[in-house]
């Protein structure tokens, strides 16, 4: 370790949901840790959907926070964030920077490599990913660019690993697989609810099943699969009622889909008690067409959650198919159908998975790990980074 606390800067415009949690995490335990860390970032993400405690999280811990007028959208705005970046690195001397997602972190690294800083980039989910055609070889040539100013890309699984080398994003050399993890001692604190008392809460009769998920109602997610399932599993098992967590551009859709096919589906918009809700559902449902590694998942199975999820990216890491959960294709809503409805029919079996699903987490997507890793990472790059710079070497 340094004499001096390693000065690292946090670069990111996605301000909300997962990568809200994992920047936060990193910012609040690295700190603790004595590390100085501090975050470049929009005061409030245009498309926030009800998420917007990110800068308030930051200042209860005392972490410094340089505002940058950051939006998704690509534009001339872009060029004023670079220059202002580029005058913030040289003005605060730090050591190196993390970047996350894709305009934080193509924007991050253009300035890292301008100022001859060591950069570490998390991509979040890989959004050329979402893309198709000449749409997806334009974000793919971004990431690639971007990719020759990173001195270390950060993949959180293996299989997202896999798809950045095929991909050609980076060398394999200069990728290091770094799981997502989290707090399951904060988790079982604040949501030390029963079944029956978090039903309640939200106004569901106890004896109502509840098939849950939790996420931004995007593409990437698909919640329109969700709502196709719903309607199958309604079929099926009259009485269920399926419950979505979260907002985003294709809300007025999942209603409207919802209200056409006469299925009762409640879209609660962003919680900050999200895990209290999620204590009611009986299911916890992701169907994703890609991910990085979904913190929502990892908390559904900290949880004790039985768990349907997709065969995707970030996915297929954590779970293990009929061992911790159910895997089913993605885009299939048959499939997740028949998958929700074998863990009603078979209580013990979905208690059993959902038991080996928390064990797994427990022992193996900590937040101490996380930390632990990308502590000793940011080490390893500025070390070597400091002794590329030392004269005679």
């Not at 106890?206 to 997610?221: A, E, F, S, T």
Request: one cysteine or more.
């Amino acid at each position: 370790m340094n004499a001096k606390p390693l000065h690292a800067l946090h670069v990111v415009e996605a301000t909300t949901a997962g990568v809200r949690r994992y920047v936060s995490a990193l910012v609040v335990g690295l700190r603790a840790r004595g590390m100085d860390i501090a975050v470049a970032a929009p005061w409030r993400r245009s498309q926030h959907y009800g998420d917007t405690a990110f800068v308030e999280d930051l200042r209860q811990e005392g972490a410094p926070f340089y505002p940058l007028p950051m939006q998704r959208r690509i534009g001339l705005r872009d060029g004023v964030v670079l220059v202002a970046l580029w005058r913030l690195l040289r003005r605060e001397r730090f050591a190196l920077v993390h970047t996350h997602s894709s305009k934080g972190g193509f924007l991050g690294r253009i300035a890292a490599g301008i100022c001859n800083l060591p950069a570490i980039h998390t991509p979040n989910g890989l959004y050329f990913l979402e893309k198709a055609g000449a749409s997806r070889q334009f974000y793919l040539n971004l990431e690639r660019m971007a990719g020759r100013f990173t001195t270390t890309l950060i993949a959180v699984s293996e299989d997202e690993k896999s798809v950045l080398m095929q991909n050609k994003v980076v060398d394999a050399a200069r990728i290091r697989v770094i799981h997502n993890g989290i707090d399951v001692a904060r988790i079982d604190g604040e949501a030390q609810l029963t079944k029956m008392e978090a039903k309640s809460r939200l106004g569901i009769r106890p004896d109502r099943r509840v098939v849950g998920g939790v996420g931004r109602l995007v593409p990437q997610k698909d919640p329109l699969a969700f709502v196709q399932a719903a309607r199958r599993v309604a079929d099926e098992a009259p009485g269920a009622l399926f419950v979505w967590v979260g907002s985003g551009p294709l809300r007025a859709e999942v209603e409207s889909q919802a209200k056409a096919k006469d299925v009762p589906v409640r879209i609660l918009g962003h919680r900050e008690d999200v895990w209290k809700v999620m204590r009611a559902f009986d299911v916890f449902v992701l169907p994703s067409q890609y991910e990085g590694l979904p913190f929502a998942l990892l908390e559904a199975m900290a949880l004790s959650l039985p768990v349907v999820a997709t065969n995707v990216v970030g996915i297929r890491d954590v779970i293990e198919d009929e061992a911790t959960g159910l895997i089913v294709p993605a885009k299939a809503p048959a499939a997740m159908t028949k998958a929700v409805l074998s863990l009603f029919r078979d209580p013990q079996w979905a208690d059993g998975l959902a038991a080996a699903a928390r064990q797994k987490v427990v022992a193996e997507f900590s937040l101490e790990q996380m930390l632990d890793r990308h502590q000793m990472l940011y080490e390893e790059v500025y070390a070597r980074h400091a002794r590329s710079r030392a004269p005679g070497e």
